[in-house]
């Protein structure tokens, strides 16, 4: 959130966002119930003093005996008090306004943040793990063909269940689900990083908090109760990311300066309905509704976050160096850099599966596996998390950034890809193996069910 103070202050910059952003407020509006409350508030400090100044006057006009004078000095403090309560309340109705209007405010770009329109315009920075590639099959099967060849991957028992978008990982599958997700947690731990186990709904103050509500209501999954319908500041919502409740934690708390750097990291299921929407890849588990994901939280003094962004970023990338994956690092434009960020940066992992258009020379597609952001005091000052610099100095907004450390479904993906041999098994990363018992081979399991003999099929018997 930014300050009402910066945005009158700067509007031609903030304008200048919303531009580069592509992002449609009202700030002339803004602008305008910004003037109109201050004026409103210089009336009522004039409104208040007059009526002290009246209320001595009462007194002094009684002990003179003027009673007459005294009757219409009260008079006119009671329409002074009549008028003040008038502006008040419209001096509080405006703020209301205000405050929600600055909610629909984007974070500013830092200024050495490329610009451009779209994703198509985002800057490569790097990419890693392609000078040794191990030897690959000649055609590598898509993870969605391979799952469902090897029973590791069931999308149709998932869609029966819960509908599109859901999947169940099976035998091997899972077991590499919850091998990721406890091999990325202790390399964490090994970075500094102390856990935290959250709450799966959070509350809307939570999702404002964090800057996912006003903005994008439509993508949540709301618990009791239909997303168009209001919300109140305690309704619940299933968490689209731990950043939402790691980063409430210290909502309306002062931390110490000497707390900081503070580093969380936290695994969570996470819940998002716009997977699989605007023409995005469907198949298989590259955008699905629920999946599991380890999420990296940093809170810090501002004049250290722009050396922790890329302490983050190398954080994030130390799992896929020890999974020996290929990826590249990419910066995004002002035009995909997203509503909160001030800066960020996406590691997208290789998946040779299925050839893109902007993939590789070598084939397949980029996956994005995590987005690493720098808000600054943007989320601090919507969630009101201040530090004290020292004991007896103010306190102050410290500034915030997360990364996924990482989303495990695409690495699922990028594993049965990249690590698939030639006769449709699948090699466990030597990183791996110890979380999965010493396995290090994937191959498969025999199907259960008259479905897996090709039986059964409109047949009653």
């Known amino acids: 959130m930014l300050s009402r103070q910066f945005v009158r202050e700067n509007p031609d910059v903030v304008r200048d966002a919303l531009e580069k952003k592509g992002v449609d407020a009202d700030l002339d509006r803004i ?12 009336r009522g400090d004039d409104l208040r003093h007059e009526r002290n100044e009246v209320s001595s006057e009462i007194g002094e006009l009684k002990q003179e005996g003027k009673e007459e004078a005294a009757q219409e000095a009260i008079e006119r403090s009671q329409s002074l008090k009549d008028e003040l309560a008038d502006v008040e309340a419209r001096a509080d109705d405006l703020e209301g306004e205000l405050e929600r209007l600055l909610l629909t405010l984007p974070q500013i770009p830092q200024d050495e943040v490329p610009v451009g329109a779209d994703e198509s315009e985002n800057v490569e920075r790097r990419r890693e793990g392609f000078d040794d590639l191990r030897e690959l099959p000649d055609e ?12 590791v991957l069931d999308f149709e028992r998932g869609a029966k ?28 731990r090994e970075q500094g990083y102390v856990d935290v186990f959250p709450p799966i709904p959070v509350n809307s103050a939570s999702m404002e908090g964090t800057g996912q509500f006003p903005k994008f209501v439509e993508d949540a999954y709301r618990v009791g109760g239909v997303n168009e319908a209001d919300y109140d500041d305690d309704d619940l919502w299933l968490l689209p990311t731990a950043e939402v409740p790691v ?36 198949r298989g588990i590259v955008r699905v509704h629920q999946f599991n994901k380890v999420e990296m939280v940093n809170f810090v003094r501002p004049e250290e976050s722009a050396e922790r962004f890329e302490g983050l970023v190398d954080e994030a990338e130390e799992v896929l160096r020890r999974l020996e994956l290929p990826y590249r690092i990419l910066e995004m434009c002002t035009g995909d850099l997203g509503f ?7 590691l997208e992992v290789w998946a040779p599966g299925d050839d893109m258009d902007e993939g590789p020379a070598e084939g397949g ?37 997360n990364g996924s450390g990482l989303a495990v479904p695409r690495v699922v993906v990028a594993i049965l890809e990249y690590y698939q041999n030639e006769d449709g098994t699948v090699d466990v990363p030597a990183a791996l193996q110890p979380y999965m018992g010493g396995q290090t081979v994937i191959e498969g399991r025999e199907k259960v069910g008259e479905s897996a003999l090709g039986a059964g099929e409109g047949d009653d018997a």
């Open 365 to 401: 597609r980029w996956l994005e596996v995590s987005s690493v952001s720098n808000f600054e005091g943007f989320q601090a000052r919507r969630a009101g998390i201040r530090y004290r610099p020292e004991p007896h100095e103010s306190a102050e907004y410290l500034h915030t950034l």
């Open 31 to 42: 602008l305008e119930v910004d003037e109109e409350w201050r004026d409103l508030k210089r």
């Open 140 to 151: 590598v099967v898509p993870h969605y063909d391979l799952g469902e060849d090897l029973d």
């Open 247 to 282: 980063t409430n934690m210290y909502r309306d708390e002062i931390l110490l300066g000497e707390d900081l750097p503070l580093k969380h990291q936290a695994y969570s299921p996470n819940f998002r309905r716009e997977a699989g929407e605007h023409g995005t890849e469907t």
């Open 340 to 346: 909160t960020q001030a800066k960020k940066y996406d």
């Open 161 to 188: 269940v819960s509908g599109g978008g859901f999947y169940f990982a099976k035998g091997a599958g899972a077991r590499l689900e919850h091998a990721l997700i406890q091999f990325m947690l202790d390399v964490h």
